[in-house]
């Protein structure tokens, strides 16, 4: 029996717990993950403690009716101390991401790992700023770290890169690693302004407040770091990426292009260069013909160029509740 932890109970985290409470037999019978979910904690909704098993269907129904864990009992504590009063076995980390210094999902991860404690997560801040400190930990502890959700969601990317192509070279990354970019340059190949497409994936939750990270590309180079890091051993640094984003493509530039047989999205590479890996992100012009070309609104997809399979695409959603909450799933039973 494994007892879950889920730190961060916001849309991830939430679907994450409908998924587990839907499926508990399912999960049992075809992959013998058999779970009780112990402890939930997060810094709106409260903290909620039980080592026999938490109700899921009662946690759901407050988180639905009023967005809180109000009505429960609730247990307060350091993460440590909560860690510790849940007997947790398996952390599910789905707190907001922080890239500069990793918080709060940082010290979370930390704490279940030097207690043995296996690890999931969906944050990219902490995987950026601590990958090795965060993979020696958990070999000196015995524990296992997961973050098959940090650069494509749900889509198994990480997981194809390194179990599906085992013993393949890969030789080049590239592909659309930004949904909200995407979006935005779809809506524009179709004829709206920037602006209006900016508007548009900012009112259907693609796009932050803020959308700086996505438009200028930074949310697709940290994504190239760790991909660098996971798939290639080494530390590159989103600052030596070079990076460019979407704002100064216009609809002239979309149709120009089109016109002549290309789509322009912004693509996220990794070379792999007689000097070493060469990263970048930029907007480029992909023949029709091209397997990227065609992927439309915000979906992600990735072309893998190896020696053994020539190209290989991955096309798959690069973000959503439901879909992000499918890798920490994943990672949990891969741990068990």
């Known amino acids: 029996m494994h007892n879950i932890a889920l730190a961060g109970c916001g849309n991830v985290g939430t679907a994450l717990l409908e998924i587990l409470h839907e499926k508990q037999t399912e999960l049992k019978d075809n992959y013998g993950f058999d779970f009780k979910v112990t402890m939930i904690t997060d810094l709106m909704k409260g903290t909620v403690v039980d080592p026999s098993g938490l109700d899921l269907g009662r946690i759901l129904d407050a988180i639905h009716s009023s967005r ?4 429960l009992p609730q247990t307060k504590g350091t993460f440590g101390e909560l860690l510790e009063k849940s007997h947790a076995t398996m ?18 991860i930390r704490e279940a790992l030097s207690r043995g404690i296996n690890v999931t997560t969906t944050n ?3 995987i950026s700023v601590a990958f090795d400190e965060l993979n020696r930990t958990a070999r000196e502890c015995g524990a296992k770290l997961r973050y098959e959700g940090v650069v494509m969601s749900g889509t198994p990317l990480l997981r194809m890169l390194q179990d599906g192509m085992s013993g393949a070279s890969v030789k080049k990354i590239e592909g659309i690693l930004n949904g909200t970019t995407n979006f935005i340059l779809t809506k524009m190949e179709k004829g709206a302004t920037y602006p209006d497409a900016l508007e548009e994936a ?14 200028e590309g930074w949310d697709a180079a940290v994504k190239l770091s760790i991909l660098a890091k996971i798939i290639f051993g080494k530390d590159i640094p989103v600052s030596e990426i070079e990076c460019h984003g979407i704002t100064a493509v216009t609809q002239e530039k979309i149709k120009e292009a089109g016109d002549a047989g290309y789509s322009v999205k912004l693509i996220a590479g990794i070379s792999v260069l007689p000097q070493g890996l060469s990263l970048y992100v930029m907007p480029k012009e992909i023949p029709f013909s091209h397997p990227l070309a065609s992927i439309g609104g915000a979906t992600n997809a990735v072309t893998i160029t190896t020696d053994n399979l020539g190209e290989v695409t991955l096309i798959g959603p690069g973000a959503g509740r439901r879909e992000t909450g499918q890798a920490l799933l994943c990672d949990l039973i891969s741990m068990k």
Do not use: I, Q, R, W
Request: charged fraction near 20%.
């Open 68 to 71: 809180s864990f109000d009505g």
């Open 91 to 108: 952390l599910a980390e789905a707190t907001p991401t922080n890239l500069k210094t990793g918080e709060p999902g940082l010290t979370h």
């Open 124 to 126: 990219k801040g902490p």
């Open 202 to 215: 900012t009112s259907l939750g693609y796009a932050e407040a803020d959308p700086s990270g996505d438009v």
